[in-house]
C-alpha cells in the first residue's frame, strides 16, 4: 500500500530534477517546493473561509492601531488587548482546515526532500553499520544468518547478535565507488540493501521497511521489504551530509522557506490569502 503512494512521489521528482540534476543542490531543493506551494494554495483556495481570514486580519490591524492610539487609556488597551485574542483565535481557526489537508502530502514531500539531500554516501575506505531487525518472535542468537557482499565492498567485522534488540548487524567498508546491492540471508529470508560508495546524486536510503509498516512513507527511494518477511527493517549509518535542527536537516528547512516564499509571492494569481 505505501509503496504505491512513494513511487508515483518519487518517480515525478525524479523527472522534475533531472534538468536541474547539475544545479546546487540549494537550487534543487527550491525546484521541489514548487509543487509544495502549489499544494498549499489549492488547500488555501478551496478548504478555508477566505471571508474569515480577511476579516480576522483586518479585525487585528484595527485592534493593534487602537491599542498604540489609545495605550494611555487604561479600560480602551483592556478592550482592545481582548479582541485581539478574539480575532487571532477565530484566525488560527480558519487556518486548521486548510492546514490539515495539506499535512499529509507536504509530509509526503519534505520526505522526498530528506531522502534526497539530508544524507551523503560513504566515501570509498569509509566503514557503516549495517543492521537487520527481526520480529520480537525471534532471537538472532538462534538463526542462521550470512551477508553477500559483491566486489567492492568489504565486512569488516562477523554479525553482532543482540536478542534484546532483536537485531544483527555488521561493519561493513566501502572500498570502490558504486552503487552495490547486499544480499543479507537471515533463516529463510533473503533481503537486498543498496550501499551507494562515493555516489553523487544516487537515491541514498538509510532504512528499508515492510512494504505494510507506515514508516516506509519516510524512506520513498528504496523498495520495501515483502510484508510476510520476518525481517522488520534493514538500516545502513549512511553519515549526515547537512546540519540539522529539530530532527530536520537544512535541506528540510530551506524546502519549508522556499514554499512559504513561493507561496506568498503566488496567493493572487490563485486567489487566496492566509
Not at 61 to 74: C, F, G, I, P, V
Not at 86 to 93: A, C, I, K, P, W
Request: charged residues 15%; proline residues 7%; hydrophobic residues 50%.
Amino acid at each position: 500500500m505505501y509503496a504505491w503512494i512513494n513511487a508515483p512521489f518519487t518517480g515525478f521528482f525524479d523527472l522534475l530534477l533531472w534538468p536541474f540534476s547539475r544545479l546546487p543542490e540549494a537550487v534543487q531543493i527550491c525546484v521541489m517546493a514548487l509543487p509544495a506551494t502549489v499544494v498549499m494554495l489549492l488547500a488555501f483556495r478551496f478548504f478555508s473561509n477566505q471571508q474569515t481570514l480577511d476579516r480576522s486580519k483586518d479585525r487585528i490591524k484595527a485592534h493593534l492601531l487602537e491599542l498604540w492610539l489609545y495605550r494611555d487609556d487604561m479600560g480602551v488597551t483592556m478592550r482592545a488587548q481582548g479582541n485581539l485574542l478574539v480575532y487571532n483565535l477565530r484566525y488560527l481557526g480558519a487556518l486548521l482546515l486548510p492546514m490539515a489537508v495539506m499535512a499529509l502530502p507536504f509530509v509526503l514531500l519534505l520526505a522526498q526532500v530528506e531522502a534526497r539531500f539530508a544524507l551523503r554516501s560513504l566515501h570509498a575506505g569509509e566503514s557503516a553499520i549495517l543492521s537487520v531487525q527481526v520480529d520480537p518472535g525471534l532471537m538472532p542468537s538462534a538463526l542462521p544468518v550470512s551477508l553477500d557482499l559483491p566486489a567492492g565492498l568489504v565486512r569488516e567485522t562477523p554479525p553482532l547478535r543482540v536478542d534484546g534488540g532483536h537485531s544483527i548487524a555488521w561493519r561493513i567498508r566501502g572500498d570502490a565507488a558504486g552503487e552495490y546491492d547486499v544480499g543479507v540471508r537471515v533463516g529463510d529470508v533473503a533481503v537486498t540493501k543498496r550501499v551507494v560508495v562515493e555516489g553523487n546524486g544516487a537515491h541514498i536510503s538509510p532504512w528499508i521497511q515492510r512494504a505494510s509498516d507506515p514508516w516506509t512513507l519516510l524512506y520513498p527511494l528504496e523498495s520495501p521489504l515483502p510484508a510476510e518477511a520476518g525481517v522488520r527493517a534493514v538500516s545502513l549509518d549512511y553519515p549526515r551530509g547537512r546540519g540539522e535542527f529539530l530532527d530536520l536537516s537544512s535541506a528540510g528547512w530551506i524546502f519549508i522557506a522556499a514554499t512559504f516564499v513561493f507561496g506568498f509571492a503566488f496567493r493572487g494569481a490563485f486567489g487566496v490569502t492566509f
